[in-house]
């Protein structure tokens, strides 16, 4: 018959035998930014016989084993193994945490080949947005067109986006910010033309910024600074049209349904002052009596023209610019201002009298 002693030992043995190895703690969800460092813990019970390993699982669901027992199987300076045989605790440090280095970390008892016992823990790198490929980078459109401006942003947490126009001026769907991934403009017009800002944030850094230009096609439009002109003979004098269009139109300056061209009697000047404005002016060369007259400014694009008037009509002073500073006048310009007292002296003569 058995004894106690020797039964005890039986019984002992054979709930060692049963017992399987267990993960009793593995770290919770780790959160961390770039450059910072990491400890992931994992502890397990009834393993003495058997690999307890580290493992990080690529997304597209390969194995890279990182360590085994207490040895590092990977030759990193940022990766460090640390084993406490008191708790029976297998922590895996990474330091200087790179982008890369986000992703399913295993902790594994394998008890048999393809029979391991496993816990899994997230390490999510906080990233700044990066605003993606796919995000629309200019637009042109003519006017009473639809517009779509899409922005999208990779980054942890998932960024935020807004929309604003240089400036701050009011966007065309109303306020100053628009907040979502698509800025949609039902019929544009060409006050909405400009530059968008598409702003992506996540608390992460100082954001992602991208500049949208926003071109709008339109027909010009001409505004004249001064519609009548008077000017004495013999002296020059600039006609003067302002013009807006996009695309940039062609510009002519018609007398007597004829097109003029630079000579000796005038001088065609054309000046774009940023993509949708032009000025241009006439120079009329030492006037003569058949110069006198309405000339006509005329701009030209791919969706229509306009045209405007300057009337140009004989004065007896002449007026200044462009006759002043003009050494050649300078005789006349005496006469004419000794003419303009005589005047000025008759006229208070007869007021007296």
């Known amino acids: 018959m058995l004894s106690f002693t020797l039964i005890s030992c039986l019984i002992f043995a054979l709930a060692n035998c049963q017992r399987t190895p267990t993960i009793q703690y593995i770290s919770q969800e780790q959160i961390k930014d770039i450059g910072q460092t990491v400890d992931l813990d994992c502890s397990v019970i009834y393993s003495q016989e058997y690999p307890v390993m580290w493992i990080k699982v690529e997304p597209k669901g390969n194995v890279v084993p990182i360590s085994s027992s207490s040895n590092l199987n990977i030759k990193d300076n940022r990766l460090s193994l640390r084993h406490d045989p008191t708790s029976t605790t297998y922590t895996l440090q990474i330091k200087d945490i790179q982008e890369t280095d986000a992703g399913i970390y295993r902790c594994a008892i394998y008890i048999s080949i393809g029979n391991p016992v496993s816990a899994d823990v997230h390490l999510l790198v906080r990233r700044p947005p990066v605003i993606s490929d796919n995000s629309t ?33 009011m966007l065309p769907t109303g306020g100053s910010i628009y907040r979502g991934n698509v800025l949609k403009i039902a019929k544009v017009q060409k006050e909405d033309r400009g530059t968008y800002y598409c702003v992506a944030e996540n608390g992460v850094g100082k954001g992602a910024r991208r500049n949208i230009a926003v071109e709008v096609e339109f027909q010009p439009v001409i505004t004249v600074p001064r519609p009548r002109l008077g000017q004495a003979l013999q002296y020059d004098m600039d006609l003067e049209c302002h013009v807006e269009a996009y695309p940039p139109p062609a510009i002519v300056w018609i007398k007597d349904n004829v097109q003029l061209s630079n000579n000796q009697h005038y ?39 306009a045209q405007a008037e300057v ?8 007026v200044c610019p462009p006759a002043c500073g003009q050494a050649q006048y300078g005789e006349a310009a005496q006469v004419t201002t000794s003419m303009a007292l005589l005047l000025i002296s008759s006229a208070l003569f007869l007021f007296l009298h």
Not at 143 to 166: K, T
Not at 274 to 297: H, N, P, S
Not at 311 to 318: D, H, Q, V, W, Y
Request: with cysteine; hydrophobic share 35%; charged share 30%.
């Open 137 to 169: 980078r200019s637009v042109v459109v003519s006017v009473d067109q639809a517009v779509r401006l899409e922005c999208y942003a990779e980054g942890f947490p998932h960024p935020r986006i807004s929309w604003r126009r240089e400036n701050n001026e």
């Open 311 to 318: 009337e140009l009509f004989e004065s007896i002073i002449p």
């Open 267 to 305: 001088s065609i000047s054309i000046f774009a002052t940023a993509d949708e404005f032009t000025d241009t002016t006439l120079r009329v060369i030492t006037i003569e009596k058949r110069q006198y007259g309405k000339y006509v400014c005329k701009a030209t694009n791919k969706l229509g023209s």
